[in-house]
């Protein structure tokens, strides 16, 4: 109850200040007038009655200071005060204050723009089982650091493999659990016998799904045997192409999917959680060369 009372004393007096300081004054002035009256019974004149009065008192000012200060609401009094001062500059200089805002509205939206991203790749786990077990390997060519060819130069460090070395690779891996390729998304025009649309593919072998753990939401993903590039033509489904082209249909897998002249199959299709680099709308097996 004692809280209570105390927040309506403190929102009384932040609403009530100039009647409380009214209060104040009036009591001050009429303890004075008390005191100079008795001086004068005592023999002074009425102004040396008043003038020590007023010195007994101890100045007026300051115990008026004490009293608001008593009253809890100092702090916002003095953030108003602030803010009038701050108001009061904007409107003499409403074009140079406008800029102020307007560069740290940019340096804010920024600054989130930065987070988000370094968020999202660096910050947050990758959205698979065991994301830091993930390695991704590359090759470096050493003779390219003295090419006169600035991109030559450039990749010598780092770049892609191509599939026939990582089909060495495979065979002669004795270190990783699951190990994949994959080539980046490309256009195609996809066809289902309806319409006709532009989408996003990217060829994969099946040590991509294995390597990410992520099972399909519907129908399967690709076996060894299906990374031949004379091997059959299958497709995987990302969850929100499955959901805008085919209508979240049920019986998707088995269809065929026409994908720029290549008939394929639909044997799956992802889960929402699912996410691959460039977002890929629907994932086909490696039925011809890596360039």
């Known amino acids: 109850m004692w809280r209570l009372t105390d927040l309506w004393f403190r929102l009384r007096a932040l609403f009530g200040k100039a009647r409380m300081d009214r209060e104040f004054t009036e009591e001050i002035e009429f303890h004075l007038e008390m005191e100079t009256q008795e001086l004068i019974q005592k023999g002074m004149s009425p102004r040396e009655a008043s003038r020590q ?130 080539q980046h998304p490309e256009r195609f025009y996809a066809s289902d016998g309806d319409r006709v649309e532009r989408v996003k593919g990217a060829r994969v072998t099946h040590g991509v799904f294995a390597a990410l753990g992520v099972p399909p939401l519907l129908g399967r993903t690709f076996a060894p045997e299906d990374d031949w590039f004379d091997g059959p033509r299958l497709a995987v489904l990302s969850h929100g192409w499955w959901q805008t082209r085919f209508g979240s249909d049920s019986t998707v897998v088995g269809r065929a999917l026409d994908l720029d002249g290549g008939t394929y199959t639909i044997v799956g299709v992802m889960p929402q959680r699912f996410r691959f680099p460039e977002a890929p709308e629907v994932l086909l097996t490696v039925s011809q060369p890596y360039h």
């Open 53 to 182: 009065a007023k010195l007994a008192f101890g100045g007026v000012e300051r115990f008026r200071e004490r009293a608001r200060e008593a009253r809890g609401t100092r702090p916002l009094e003095d953030r108003a005060q602030d803010l009038r001062f701050i108001l009061r500059l904007i409107k003499r200089q409403p074009a140079f204050y406008a800029l102020i805002l307007l560069v740290f509205a940019l340096g804010v939206g920024a600054n989130t723009i930065i987070f988000s991203v370094v968020d999202s790749v660096v910050l947050r786990p990758l959205p698979y089982p065991d994301p830091n077990r993930l390695v991704v390997p590359w090759q470096t060519d050493p003779a390219l650091r003295g090419s006169s060819n600035p991109v030559e130069r450039a990749i010598a460090d780092r770049y892609d493999l191509s599939f026939p070395i990582f089909r060495d690779w495979f065979e002669l891996n004795t270190v990783f659990e699951a190990f994949g390729v994959y």
